[in-house]
Nanobody, 127 residues
Framework: QVQLLESGGGSVQAGGSLRLSCAAS????????MTWIRQAPGKEREGVAR???????TYADSVKGRFTISRDNAKKTLYLQMDSLNPEDTGMYYC?????????????????????RGQGTQVTVSS
């Protein structure tokens, strides 16, 4: 059974930082590209960042220079370091996995499709 378990969300003031984690099980982790996706109330789902099986990263313009995605294949864990947070970053953050042979792993649009997704962790940024 595949499980992606996010943690690390919370409430923070603008300008603050959070680090999200996503622990994976039930998949051959090293063969999946991993993505962070967020969803805010009333807004479309947005792919935030993606990391390939060999560590190549891609970011949405809205988070470039502020967020850093990384992965530890030995621990089967995905991370998202979020700095200089602002209220527009508020939302539910999900990690998602796509098999590395999928074209989704190199698609221009981050996180549009995936094989598995976690239940999410809430991030709230106050001004």
């Amino acid at each position: 059974q595949v499980q992606l378990l996010e943690s690390g969300g919370g409430s923070v003031q603008a300008g603050g930082s959070l680090r999200l984690s996503c622990a994976a099980s039930g998949i051959t982790y090293g063969r999946y590209c991993m993505t962070w996706i967020r969803q805010a109330p009333g807004k479309e789902r947005e792919g935030v960042a993606r990391i390939s099986t060999d560590g190549i990263t891609t970011y949405a313009d809205s988070v470039k220079g502020r967020f850093t995605i990384s992965r530890d294949n030995a621990k089967k864990t995905l991370y998202l370091q979020m700095d200089s947070l602002n209220p527009e970053d508020t939302g539910m953050y999900y990690c998602a996995a796509a098999a590395d042979w999928r074209t989704w792993c190199t698609a221009r649009r981050i996180g549009a499709e995936f094989d598995y997704r976690g239940q999410g962790t809430q991030v709230t940024v106050s001004s």
